[in-house]
């Protein structure tokens, strides 16, 4: 989940290796644009140096590669014209750049996929850009002056429709060897009880994934096989929340699973801060809930020891994503 940008003249400073143009970095007096390319919504804001937010608009995604790229176009222009001033432009995208070819992978927008979307937004724009993955882009946004603000090692974790992750280093982006950093949905769920094992299928080819369980529609799929009638995720915590058995069984299920497969993060990353965003985030006190199921599966803790990790949910919500974006240009490129 490396970032992309066109500043190519020493490779190394960006991990991309076509042959492209150098361009100088802009200058540090623009406005920061960032740009959040969702599957239903292109959002974008333009933030000043010290945060503040100076205009947002938001335009639904439209299906098909062109007219993503006209409707991030005019986003931008439109943004710029109301702040009055040009901008640096940062975008995260649902999916990964290639750094050989710069083409996109893994876009759940698949008419995103083998496309050179920096290039050619590079193009219409007229000046450089960096793409990066849109859960690095919230975690970058949280660390930097949100939730986890003066953490070392802050882990970004969306729980939502799917379930991803973005890792932040002393306030840098940090996207693996691999460029899969984070992408914790696809380990299976840890320490899986005898009903459990093993596990639903996934769309990746396995069994039994993390997201299947945690993600929105995975706890709406468990509790629909408890009840015998499928609720939404919202509807069910209402129903918890209102002491309803099965669906307080659910939520209780829920928030162990959550505190599993974030003990084995802890145990390998051990970070200072974890970000919880995206929907089921929204769940009430489920940082709280989760702290105290972490520590019964982390290493030499126990079920009576305090756990170190800060867990929180995110500051800035959705709007996360896109103040990461837009502060792409204030990080070092990697």
């Not at 937004?121 to 850009?129: A, D, H, K, S, T």
């Not at 090692?153 to 799917?162: K, L, Q, W």
């Not at 997201?211 to 915590?237: N, T």
């Not at 702290?291 to 079920?303: F, K, Q, S, T, V």
Request: net charge positive; hydrophobic share 40%.
């Amino acid at each position: 989940m490396r970032a992309y940008t066109p500043a190519a003249k020493d490779r190394q400073a960006v991990g991309m290796k076509w042959p492209i143009r150098y361009v100088p970095r802009m200058p540090r007096s623009t406005i920061r644009i960032g740009i959040d390319l969702g599957g239903t919504k292109i959002e974008a804001a333009a933030l000043a140096a010290n945060g503040k937010e100076i205009v947002r608009q938001r335009v639904p995604t439209p299906a098909g590669y062109e007219s993503t790229l006209d409707a991030m176009t005019k986003l931008i222009a439109d943004v710029e014209k109301q702040a009055g001033r040009t901008g640096t432009v940062g975008i995260g995208i649902p999916g990964t750049i290639v750094p050989e070819t710069g083409l996109v992978k893994n876009a759940n927008s698949i008419w995103l996929n083998g496309q050179p979307l920096g290039r050619d937004l590079e193009q219409r724009l007229g000046r450089p850009i960096r793409l990066m993955n849109d859960a690095d882009c919230f975690a970058l946004s949280e660390a930097t002056d949100g939730a986890a603000a003066g953490g070392r090692v802050v882990f970004g974790v969306i729980i939502g429709t799917g379930v991803g992750g973005g890792i932040v280093v002393d306030g840098q982006c940090l996207p693996g060897a691999n460029l899969i950093a984070g992408e914790w949905g696809h380990n299976p769920l840890p320490w899986m009880a005898a009903d459990e094992y093993p596990g639903p299928n996934c769309y990746c080819g396995r069994m039994g994934c993390i997201e299947m369980w945690v993600s929105g529609p995975g706890f709406e799929r468990d509790h629909a096989r408890r009840a015998g009638a499928s609720l939404s995720a919202a509807e069910i915590v209402r129903a918890a929340t209102a002491a309803e058995p099965i669906a307080s069984m659910s939520l209780s299920l829920y928030c162990d699973r959550l505190g599993r497969s974030l003990a084995g993060l802890v145990n390998v990353l051990d970070p200072d801060v974890i970000v919880l965003g995206g929907g089921m985030s929204n769940v009430p006190d489920l940082p709280k809930r989760v702290g105290e199921i972490i520590p019964r599966y982390i290493l030499a803790a126990g079920a009576s020891a305090k756990l170190s990790t800060r867990i929180v949910c995110a500051k800035h919500g959705d709007s996360s994503g896109v103040r990461g974006a837009a502060r792409l240009w204030e990080r070092r490129p990697s």
